[in-house]
């Protein structure tokens, strides 16, 4: 049985704050933590599939034109080479997040270098593997491509842009006013489990075992690159081994591989290497940002201009999303956001980690501060100051608002010293220590989500669904939610999640996951409580489930009778995401030292303080912080993707060249979880957090630089070559 | 024995292929999966294993140069019902996500608190003889080889403090 509840309000009953179990929220260890410690939580490539072959893609070496032949005796000749595989529909992008269809197919057209467009099938991986390096191909080159994002060849994207006003005015009358332009270099997800499918083909079926974050909406994708209908194909992703992004969509080894299997009629492993990850999937696009802030004596806001420039491949939708927050985040009536995509031939831009606002953010903030000092006010009390009472541009109420708090809340805990600020303060021996801050904001998405929830004889509980867990905690809050709900302790809720058979829910992506996933389940709850206190004879608000009883004292397991309670929860977000605007709001803190001589910028320590409606679970929440201000010092310091001017190909495609923070780079980390109940952001008044810990993060450093040293530098990351050049003496 | 190398005690025939690195012998031959390939390239440390008590990157070295070692991965450290300090307070404090990278960080802070421990110095330590402490400082450097992209790290340094201070190595 399925119940559907669409939510048009707020649903400011709060009923999780009602149960009795006293599960919800807490700090529960991770219910597959032991799997995962012992190494037998099984990832992608690891399901032990008999007669399985092996495959190896062949990427593109140039950056743009034709494949004129394909010698696969080159391959053939090989030992234990099995098959070439040049189909036309292998894929050579991966389909961005909620695409829904299949990505661009025919390999033989080249648009990027690194670009999939052949599958070397062998009996072993090293056969593979070499075979792969032989197989000869020879191009017809096009004519150069451009390879570097020109303000000249980029086009408006017009559903972003926003003029109200004259801001130009705004900036000439104002009492002080900044017009700073940042740039940032594109970023890799780098997940650490390369993507990876295993495809089985019966003559009839295809099950893949991969690497995804969006089931739902890859079985969709999968389906339309191989033109086999949906109901032939199962995908199975139980552990995702993290995917910021990078596996939102279908991506290429997957279609490779089915295409493989189901023409070989044998099991097909197709993984990438670390290199193929960073050349054939997602970049965050390079940006360019011209901030432009104007306020009156007292630090109010009367301008404010965000204009960028991002790129991408011709054909794909996707422009990094900017100033997704910029709209809503601060005041100011003569208003100009402009967002301008430029089309390149470097590999596909897409979504990593907070999209839009993990760039977008950081430069904002880091222009807060230089205003805040042409003000001579406070960092932490301009932004104070300039909190809008509702949306600024389109008017809407806010479901719930939490940046005061946690600004407020995350300066406490800090110990932010609110005395007038001046850079080069405190120096110790090479090192000049200092400190900054910034907001942090992320819009908030929630979508349609279905769940199974069955209440078994024996008193304990099953949720199916195909939502999946990224190393997010999606096993342990649905736990925790069906638990509080039913009144079990959360082991003694089985979840089994990532297998396209389960009822369907919009997957992990966007921070949406869980406040959508977790309304299913509470929904389906709800209906399993209903049935209960009908059995009772009571009404449902009066029922009290807890450690498997009811209130009377009757164990579940009696009142079920013998038999299973299944229900289906069918979450749907109405009126509430055009009547409200929902966002998560948060506060960094940063202190770092910077070498005086070198320019190396070190962060000692560094404090988030985030508002993301209800808390789930409070250990796995704050866990999806520290990754998020792990990502921050990442952006700040050292990640770049570096081109190659010449042929737009990535240089540093490697985890030795790309630099992701490591232990020494991080030092001890807070987290305050600022208390929020957002009735008007999903049933169970939870937001996501997957994100938010990036959103701004970056400039807290960017400033700290500043007040440590007295550079001033533009350019993310903020490399020692940079902090030096913008040193005084 | 010849032509052997032992896994968690049990031993096993080399390869045939001499190509096969001792990260995909464990994966793919012996279905030893908790030992994890992120890079193959010695820049990631999730195939790290315990080879005759001291951590290796795994992908980094022929299975073939290996006999007669003692290869120790982490389905030898613990089980479920019988996990290691470790594994437990990699749970307990929530010291990974993902998970992907988890098998590697527990090898090699298995083996780094016995480098602290028989006094082998880093580049964070203060002089070159020991004793060492597992201090925050000491920590980070020695596990610096280990990535989390998930950005585990404050939880895993807790998770090894609180391992490192509960039970100094004999
Ligand atoms: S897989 Fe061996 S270090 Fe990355
Ligand atoms: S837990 Fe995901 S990479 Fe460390």
New interface residues.
């Given amino acids: 049985m399925s119940v559907h509840v669409k939510q048009d309000k707020p649903a400011t009953d709060n009923r999780l704050d009602t149960m009795r179990q006293g599960v919800i929220g807490k700090p529960v260890s991770r219910i597959e933590g032991l799997a995962k410690v012992t190494g037998t939580a099984p990832y992608a490539a690891e399901y032990p599939v008999e007669g399985c072959v092996e495959g190896v893609l062949v990427t593109a070496t140039i950056t743009r034109g034709t494949i004129v032949r394909i010698d696969a005796e080159s391959a053939l000749a090989m030992p234990g080479v099995i098959a070439v595989i040049d189909d036309e529909r292998l894929t050579t992008r991966p389909a961005q997040g909620t695409a829904n269809e299949a990505p661009q197919q025919k390999p033989r057209t080249i648009c990027y270098w690194g670009q999939p467009i052949a599958l070397v099938v062998a009996e072993s991986f090293e056969q593979a593997r070499d075979a792969a390096r032989h197989l000869v191909v020879e191009y017809k080159p096009d004519e150069a491509a451009p390879v570097e994002a020109d303000p000249s060849i980029a086009e408006e994207q017009e559903d972003e842009t926003v003029r109200e006003g004259n801001l130009d005015k705004a900036m000439s009358d104002a009492a002080f006013a900044v017009d700073v332009t940042y740039t940032t270099k594109g970023h890799a997800s780098a997940a650490m489990e390369p993507h990876a499918a295993i495809a089985q083909w019966d003559g009839e079926r295809l099950t893949v075992h991969a690497s995804l974050q969006m089931l739902n909406y890859n079985i969709t994708e999968l389906s339309d690159a191989l033109d086999l209908p949906e109901d032939r194909i199962r995908l199975i992703s139980r552990y995702v081994g993290g995917g910021f992004g990078s596996k939102l969509g279908i991506s290429e080894e997957a279609v490779a591989a089915s295409i493989a299997a189901m023409q070989l009629e044998r099991p097909v492993r197709v993984v990438m290497s670390r290199q193929q990850v960073f050349q054939s999937i997602m970049r965050r696009s390079e940006t360019t940002q011209r901030l432009r802030l104007a306020c009156d004596a007292d630090g109010r806001l009367t301008g404010f201009g965000h204009e960028a420039l991002v790129s991408n491949l011709p054909g794909e939708e996707f422009a990094e999303p900017v100033l997704q927050s910029s709209h809503f985040l601060y005041p100011g009536e003569h208003r100009e956001l402009v967002l301008k995509l430029a089309r390149i031939h470097r590999m596909t831009a897409g979504s990593v980690r907070a999209p839009g606002e993990a760039v977008g953010m950081p430069t904002l903030e880091a222009a807060m501060d230089v205003l805040a000092e042409r003000a001579g006010i406070d960092p932490v009390e301009l932004r104070l100051r300039n909190i809008p009472d509702k949306d600024p541009e389109q008017g809407l109420p806010f479901s719930s608002h939490k940046l005061a708090e946690c600004l407020r809340q995350g300066a406490e805990a800090f110990g932010w010293d609110s005395a007038p600020r001046r850079p080069r303060l405190r120096r110790e021996g090479e090192w000049w220590i200092g400190t900054g801050m910034a907001s942090a904001a992320r819009v908030h998405n929630v979508a349609e989500a279905r769940a199974r929830v069955t209440l078994k004889a024996d008193g304990t509980a099953l949720v199916e669904t195909d939502m999946t867990d990224i190393g997010t905690g999606t096993y342990t809050i649905v736990a925790q939610i069906a638990g509080e709900m039913l009144g079990l302790r959360p082991d003694q809720v089985l979840v089994d999640l990532g297998d396209s058979n389960h009822p369907r829910g919009p997957g992990s992506g966007g921070s949406w996951g869980a406040p959508s996933i977790g309304s299913a389940v509470y929904v389906a709850c709800m209906a399993i409580r209903e049935a209960l206190a009908d059995t009772l004879g009571i009404d449902e608000t009066a029922l009290v489930l807890a450690d498997a009883k009811a209130g009377n004292g009757t164990p579940l397991t009696e009142l079920l009778g013998g038999k299973d309670l299944v229900r289906e929860g069918h979450y749907e977000p109405g009126k509430i995401t055009d009547d409200y605007l929902a966002s998560g709001f948060g506060a960094f803190f940063a202190e770092v030292r910077v070498n005086h001589y070198t320019g190396e910028t070190r962060v000692n320590r560094m404090l988030g303080a985030f508002g993301f409606g209800r808390v789930l679970n409070a250990k796995t929440a704050r866990s999806q912080c520290l990754g998020g201000i792990t990502w921050s010092i990442g952006m700040a310091l050292t990640e770049a993707l570096e081109f190659d001017p010449r042929d737009g190909h990535l240089v540093n495609r490697d985890l030795a060249e790309y630099h992701v923070p490591v232990h020494r780079d991080v030092p001890d980390l807070d987290v305050v979880l600022v208390e929020e109940r957002d009735a008007a952001a999903s049933i169970i008044q939870a937001k996501g957090i997957g994100e938010l810990g990036m959103c701004g993060g970056a400039a807290a450093i960017a400033n700290a630089i500043y007040n440590a040293c007295g550079a001033r530098v533009f350019d993310y990351p903020m490399t020692p070559d940079r902090v030096l050049a913008a040193m005084p003496d | 024995m010849p032509d052997e190398l032992i896994v968690n005690g049990t031993p096993h025939p080399l390869p045939q292929?001499p190509?096969?690195t001792l990260l995909?012998f464990l994966?793919?031959d012996l279905?030893?999966?908790?030992?994890?390939?992120?890079?193959?390239?010695g820049?990631?440390g999730?195939c790290t294993v315990i080879v005759n008590g001291l951590r290796i990157n795994s992908c980094l070295t022929l299975a073939a140069m290996h006999e007669g070692h003692q290869v120790t991965?982490?389905?030898g450290?613990?089980?479920?019902d019988e996990?290691s300090p470790l594994?437990?307070a990699?749970?307990?404090h929530?010291g990974?996500?993902?998970?992907?990278?988890?098998?590697g960080q527990?090898c090699s802070a298995t083996a780094m608190l016995d480098e602290i421990a028989n006094g082998w110095p880093s580049d964070?330590s203060e002089t070159l003889d020991g004793p060492f402490e597992a201090s925050?400082a000491e920590?980070?450097?020695r596990?610096?080889?280990?990535?989390?992209?998930?950005?585990?790290?404050?939880?895993?340094?807790a998770a090894i403090r609180h391992v490192a201070e509960s039970e100094p190595a004999a």
């Fill in positions: 292929d190509r096969v995909d994966r793919h279905g030893l999966t908790g030992t994890k390939k992120g890079c193959d390239h820049q990631c999730a991965t982490i389905e450290l613990g089980i479920a996990p594994q437990r990699f749970v307990e929530d990974f996500q993902c998970g992907y990278c988890t098998p527990i964070a925050g920590i980070r450097e596990m610096s080889g280990n990535l989390c992209r998930c950005g585990a790290y404050a939880n895993i340094v």
